[in-house]
């Protein structure tokens, strides 16, 4: 098929839109960490003037508790449908430092791939959207195919309250048809994927206090409660060595994908010898050994500790018993579990089996819930049927270990599906050091776009 205009403008400005991306790039908007509070804000106004400069109307940048929110829409295609793109541009910690061979926040292209914290997720994903729009408007007269409202937020990265207020409490300002969120993988490299749902979260940490000051193992071992042993006992209660979590009722709301997707996930190409070696880097996978890997790491709600802060962490020795310790736990649901209940059964599970001596405190951070969303609507065929003229390919369809929040909450506050359209590889190390965005993708994401917001206007 011949290209559109709107294509053969973004091939011939491909160049300057990386160079764009990489200005973005350079802005170290690390949303966990108050010292960038000045830089989140700067990503903010980048993109927002990034919108306006591009001709989209009513562009915003939205004041809220935390991170702004970057609002735009452009509403004149009368009649036509209305897609709400969802992107964020603020990025994790880029920690450990060391491991990067070029610096998180200086944009380096190497081997076909820009390396930067945030290069695909989601600051490059983001920005395909804003180009394609771009390609649409300047080659049709300052017109898109459809209604779009743009909503970009600085939080996605540290649970995203602000956005998930925002669309709670004005769903009217959000009024629209389908949302479309380039923020996950493909399955393979070439290989079109719409991903169709999303683990969700809860994230908490358990904070355990024993004596009331610090105490000499020397003088004091052996008889003061030690809050690191109480929390590795807890650990250990909650899951088992075979991946099974334990704590009472977990499983009861766990729903089996359908046989016709798991039927689906084992004719993708996927060598799971492969995915050890060269994605996970270990000797041995672990986990629920009687359910294949994919279906772990999708369908299977899990529990992992991510740190244990306390005590001594210095070089060398120091023989201290720690007053308090503390360890960061979360758990991936998968439908129809619900953070609340989880949280519920979790701390439930937890203040029962608080080893002697020691008192816990239960923290909870972020939630999401877990999502499948529908595939039976002409988003997802419009979405399927561009890709399929860049890529040449049919799409596969996967879920997402991952979550994102506020794909569940576009389905509960503003009752429209999500089309999941992401350009990431597998390869792209999402939140390890030198994350990469393999940059044929930004441009194959931008056409795929333009010729999506193209189809659901035809239709
Ligand atoms: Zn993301």
Known sequence: MNSPT????????????LSELKELLRIPSVSTLPEHKADVLRAAEFVATHL??????HVEVVPTAGHPLVYADWLKAVGKPTVLCYGHYDVQPPDPLNEWHT??????????NLYARGAVDDKGQMYMHIKAFESLLKTAGGKLPVNVRVLIEGEEEVGGESIAKFVRE???RLKADVALVSDTEMFAPDLPTLCVGLRGMVYTELEASGAMTDLHSGMYGGAAPNPFEA????????????GKILIPGFYDRVEKPSPDELKAWSSLPFDVEHFRKTEVGSKELTGESEFPVLERIWARPTLEVHGMPGGFIGAGGKTVIPARASAKVSMRLVPDQTPAEIFKLYSDFVQKNVPKGISINIKQFSVADPIVVKTDNQFVQASTAAMKEVFNQDTVFIRSGGSIPIVADFEKHLKIPSVMMGFGLPDDNLH?????????NFYRGIESIIRFLQKVGEA
């Open 170 to 172: 004005h769903p009217e």
């Open 52 to 57: 306006r400069n591009i001709g989209m109307e």
């Open 6 to 17: 709107a294509v053969i403008y973004a091939r011939e400005n491909q160049q300057r839109f």
């Open 103 to 112: 610096p998180p926040f200086e944009p380096t292209e190497r081997n076909q």
């Open 432 to 440: 390890a050091p030198n994350k990469k965005f393999h940059i044929p």
């Open 231 to 242: 929390l590795a006992r807890l650990i250990i209660k909650l899951k088992d060595e075979k």
